[in-house]
């Protein structure tokens, strides 16, 4: 009889860890949702909101045309109209998230449509971190391409 108890134990533990961790994982994909969002419509208050510059930030941008980027990690909490695209919208998808105590990880891929209906694609790693109980973007790397 105890080991049945055992077992029904181990199993709402383990439930209970997937339930918060899946959790986890929506409270990071809510983040990069407004992060992408905030940085097209130029809401430098919110979009400076989903970050957390730490001294080892650090933001890489490869292009489609093989220029490579290393931007100050301080342009990602003061963005103005000079660096950001005024408008268009972004859709984020194929997620991948690894989640180990207060850091992750998340691959995931970007389209985005500018104002004028150009479109771009994008292969995106983002590093996070919880700070006050929050999920904060400490970095990211992204590489452009064109898709065949």
Avoid at 92 to 98: A, C, E, L, M, V
Wanted: charged fraction near 25%; include cysteine.
């Amino acid at each position: 009889m105890n080991w049945k108890i055992s077992i029904c134990l181990l199993i709402s533990l383990f439930a209970m860890e997937s339930k918060a961790q899946n959790s986890e994982q929506e409270n990071i994909k809510k983040l990069l949702e407004k992060e992408s969002a905030t940085y097209r419509s130029g809401d430098s208050k919110a979009h400076a909101s989903c970050w957390h510059i730490q001294p080892y930030s650090r933001i890489l941008v490869s292009t489609t045309d093989g220029n490579t980027y290393d931007i100050p990690p301080a342009e990602m909490v003061k963005i103005s109209e000079d660096n950001t695209p005024r408008g268009g919208s972004s859709i984020n998808t194929n997620y991948k998230i690894s989640i180990n105590g207060k850091t992750a990880w998340v691959s995931h891929n970007e389209e985005s449509t500018a104002k004028d209906g150009t479109i771009s694609y994008s292969y995106e790693i983002r590093l996070l971190e919880k700070i006050k109980k929050e999920w904060k973007l400490v970095g990211q790397s992204i590489h452009m391409y064109k898709k065949k």
